[in-house]
């Protein structure tokens, strides 16, 4: 078949055993004679698909009864907006700035309250995550929030922010089921699925019950109101109903696998065979801090723009596509999510070694 193996951002790759499954499934879902694209959102079928997707998503993130899992629309950005719009009692929130898309986060929120930026990692190019031990943290913040893995810079937190005691709120667009982690520790995490689960359109939202409140800001529309989505299980209107059903075959495919545990130390192996290889070669060098280095997203330069352009171009032409940086920061850049076999990063470091010898 003719896949490459493709290390775009995002929308990324899907396990091949999901498309397979869908294709199987396209025109006739299980005997209901219709595909799950013509199904109705409120048919018992759906209602099936849509319980069974959030069930299996409890079980692989072990999320405690207390918290509501949402799957809703208008990408990660949406919730840039959604999160002030709901969480705001005292209009005042600290933001950790270390990325692009922490910063679009923090821009939207100063619409709505008083944002404070109590760490940033701009000094450096986003190129680490600062020390987050010990922030000037606001007596009256609403919430704490990070983007916890930074998608263009190749950055993650190792470890969570000392909110002092406030509510802790991540973007894990872009690290979601790549590992365990302790939903407990959160107040609000929310990701676009398109970067490590699904087809983009699906947004999932796991919110602790307390902060689902029915005094938002005011204005804030019927649809962005978590109250609205929690008390109709998503269902308020037609959700992004085929794209729910993708992201259910991609949890029961990590499940499948033997779950988070198995899935991070996948991760790991195939991190670790990328990173290795940068830190000895002579040509290409990594750009992230070593101590905050994504296992998702692995960025790199040769340091020579005109070089950067020459591999993009040439391991394309292998089968190796979608390393280009993103357009902000140049160099390369290989997203390595969970769908990505290890195959493929082989693959990108075979062919890396011979760029190398053919370039230094
Ligand atoms: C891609 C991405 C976004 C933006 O997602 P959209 O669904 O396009 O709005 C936000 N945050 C992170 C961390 C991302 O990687």
């Not at 270390?98 to 309250?113: D, H, P, R």
């Not at 365990?180 to 990701?191: E, H, I, N, T």
Request: net charge neutral; hydrophobic share 40%; charged share 25%.
């Amino acid at each position: 078949m003719g896949r490459i193996y493709n290390f775009s951002p995002g929308p990324a790759m899907l396990p091949v055993d999901v498309l397979t499954e869908a294709a199987d499934e396209m025109l006739d879902y299980r005997g209901s004679g219709m595909s799950v694209m013509e199904m109705s959102h409120r048919s018992k079928v759906y209602e099936g698909i849509i319980q069974e997707a959030e069930k299996d998503l409890r079980e692989l993130m072990n999320i405690p009864d207390n918290y509501k899992v949402l799957f809703v629309q208008g990408g990660a950005s949406q919730q840039f907006a959604a999160v002030p719009m709901n969480l705001m009692k005292n209009k005042v929130a600290d933001y950790i700035v270390t990325g692009q898309f922490a910063k679009k986060a923090y821009e939207e929120a100063l619409i709505y309250g008083k944002i404070n930026v109590v760490a940033s990692s701009k000094d450096k190019t986003f190129s680490y995550i600062p020390d987050c031990s010990d922030l000037p943290i606001s007596e009256d913040a609403d919430y704490v929030y990070i983007c916890e893995n930074n998608t263009i810079y190749g950055t993650k937190f190792k470890t969570l922010p000392n909110t002092k005691g406030k509510d802790l709120v991540a973007d894990v667009s872009s690290c979601i089921l790549s590992e365990p982690v302790d939903v407990s520790k959160y107040g609000l995490l929310f990701a676009g699925v398109q970067k490590n689960v699904g087809p983009a359109g699906v947004v999932i939202v796991i919110v602790r019950e307390d902060l689902v409140r029915e005094d938002t800001l005011p204005g804030t529309p019927t649809m962005l109101k978590y109250k609205t989505q929690a008390d109709n299980a998503s269902l308020y209107n037609t959700p992004p109903a085929y794209g729910i059903y993708i992201c259910g075959k991609v949890f029961k495919w990590i499940k499948n696998m033997g779950g988070l545990e198995v899935m991070k130390e996948k991760n790991e192996t195939k991190a670790k065979l990328l990173y290795d290889f940068l830190d000895q070669s002579k040509l290409f060098k990594g750009t992230a801090e070593k101590k905050d280095r994504s296992l998702m997203n692995v960025t790199f330069v040769t340091g020579n723009d005109e070089l950067d352009a020459k591999f993009v171009k040439e391991a394309k032409a292998v089968g190796l596509e979608n390393l280009k940086g993103h357009r902000t920061v140049g160099g390369m850049r290989a997203s390595i999510y969970n769908a990505m076999p290890y195959e493929g990063v082989k693959s990108l470091v075979d062919f890396m070694k011979k760029f190398e010898a053919e370039n230094l």
